[in-house]
């Protein structure tokens, strides 16, 4: 659980960063606290994706995770691109910081949900299974018979 938090503050905290140099040099017009506040906010359509992906978890089909990916970080990365296009002069600026925020964004995506995916297979094994300790059954010839007075 900690390296998940800590995985997501350093996308969140470096990708802002990153965008925000990028940003600095391509003369796109915004401070770091809105690209800060854009990619936090970006964060909630990941969130969407890998709740109902690991809801939803079917063991080596990947069609339902790849749908949602498109669905919902698409999304996500439209809304932070329409901001970006909003502040930006060059035609040829926009594409380089537009393109390279969208593939951030969708690429940790694809990164958080591979980089744990075995856990969750883990644990949908260990709920879908059987219990660990088997119980012995009882036979009625096991059963020792009691001596009435």
């Not at 969750?120 to 018979?145: G, N, T």
Request: charged share 10%.
């Amino acid at each position: 659980m900690g390296t998940a938090f800590g995985v997501c503050f350093t996308y969140w905290i470096g990708g802002a960063v990153f965008v925000w140099v990028l940003s600095y040099i391509s003369n796109v017009h915004i401070a770091l606290l809105q690209i800060m506040s854009m990619m936090g906010y970006g964060l909630f359509g990941p969130c969407i994706v890998l709740f109902l992906s690991t809801i939803i978890h079917t063991s080596h089909d990947h069609l339902f995770f790849y749908s949602m990916w498109a669905i919902f970080g698409g999304l996500s990365s439209l809304r932070m691109i329409s901001i970006i296009l909003s502040r930006t002069q060059g035609q040829s600026q926009r594409l380089l910081v537009c393109g390279v925020l969208a593939a951030l964004h969708l690429l940790f995506l694809i990164y958080l949900h591979f980089a744990y995916h075995q856990i969750v297979e883990e644990l949908s094994e260990v709920f879908d299974s059987k219990p660990v300790v088997q119980q012995p059954e009882a036979k009625l010839d096991d059963i020792p018979a009691t001596k009435s007075n």
